[in-house]
């Protein structure tokens, strides 16, 4: 990875766009820091962490702290990610979606500029929803319309801004824009992590004790890390077979090739999916403000992250039940959308493609359904063990940091998908040199 972010230093406009991205990564984190007047921040952390649970840390952890400090970039990329997963669901419930994601690049375009339309509808909907709850806790100066009104438009405003830099950013930078962005505000917050974990377990302790706590935090991070990696790199060949074919006057020979099927295929959507539904009672509690100690209130506290693995609260595992639940149900059907055994099996019959051993058509179909499922269910045990790790240190062991598992899948994820662009990027540039020669 060093060795191509300093091939790719040697090569002029690929060296313009790195520094183009540079700069724009950092007008992203000065908007972190700028604060939205007004709100009085004790008050408005209290009211998220009440209302949202464990998913305040989720979501605090993809602005990279801008939602725990409501900044002007609080909702940063959330809205345009949880737009883009809306627009990939309907995509198999409305036709015409699905008729413009085949057309291509220009159908392409057309699902991205509907995007950025339910981005900004859902930027004023959350922005709406968190001016009124801070309004109802009394965490703003003065409760009048044109204070409600300024956030609700700040809020907004920024989003869109973090939206077009992230744009600009896959257009004359490197890499997927949000992705980029999504990946800096999650590394901007280890630092302070890591710090949380060196004051409650190294510092104060003796020599032996805190050397072994160190050694421990950095083998469980190292780990996890490497756990992501082979996760995300995994993948099944499905060898497949074409056969001869005239060409002109000449017969072609036989070609082999394959097809990779992704072990983690549906990716972090599963565990954004899930963590954002078992959001919803928490704030049932605090909508209908359910009283203390009553078995309701027992009962949504255990679909709460923050109790999991809590020998304290032992109810708790009913939500963790839930959550590997929806998990497996989510990576299912994220991943019937994304893949379709019945249109690879069409496609390699017309192509007069085969898989050794199988019979074009229905058998095919099945046999791809088959490994498909097989896979699918170890990606998804994966994906929990790496999102239940630093769920179980914080239940356990009080380890409190807001990245985790789904954030090192992400991290992992834009990295090694930037290195490729890169290298593919260079490879071009030679053929080009090449050729000019």
Known sequence: MFKTLVNAFKIEELRKRMFYTFWILIVVRLGSLLPIPGVDLSQAREYLQSVLGGTNSFIDSFTGGSFASMSVFALSVTPYITASIIMQLLTIAIPAIEEMHRDGEDGRKKIQKITRYVSVGLAVLESSGLALGFSRQGALGETNFLTIFTIIVTLTTGSCIIMWLGERISDKGIGNG??????????????????????????????????????????????????????????????????????????????????????????????????????????????????????????????????????????????????????????????????????????????????????????????????????????????????????????????????????????????????????SQMLVRNYSGFLND
Not at 205 to 223: E, L, N, S
Not at 394 to 409: E, H, P, W
């Open 178 to 423: 949000i992705s980029i962005i999504l990946l800096i505000n999650i590394v901007s917050r280890m630092p302070a992590d890591f710090a949380n974990l060196y004051e409650m377990f190294v510092k104060g302790k003796d020599i032996v004790q805190a050397i072994i706590d160190a050694v421990i935090i950095v083998a469980v991070v190292i780990g996890t890390t490497i756990l992501v990696i082979l996760l995300q790199d995994a993948e099944r060949r499905i060898p497949v077979q074409y056969s001869k074919k005239m060409q002109g006057r000449r017969m072609a020979g036989s070609q082999a090739s394959y097809i990779p099927l992704k072990v983690n295929t549906a990716g972090v959507i599963p565990i954004i999916f899930a963590a954002s539904l078992l959001s919803v009672p928490s704030i049932i509690i605090n909508l209908f403000n359910i009283q203390a100690g009553t078995t309701w209130q027992k009962i949504l506290q255990g679909l709460n992250q923050n109790y999991w693995f809590n020998r304290e609260y032992p109810w708790a595992s009913v939500g963790l039940i839930v959550y590997i639940l929806l998990n497996i149900i989510f990576a299912y059907f994220y991943t019937s959308i994304t893949f379709n055994p019945m249109e690879v099996a069409n496609n390699m019959k017309k192509s007069g493609g085969f898989i050794p051993g199988i019979r074009p058509g229905k058998p095919t179909q099945d046999y791809l359904n088959k490994i498909l499922n097989y896979i699918v269910l170890i990606g998804v045990i994966g994906l929990l063990i790496v999102a239940l790790i630093p769920i179980f240190f914080n239940g356990m062991f009080k380890a409190d940091v807001s990245f985790g598992g789904t954030s090192l899948i992400i991290i992992v994820g834009v990295i090694l998908e930037t290195m490729k662009q890169l290298e």
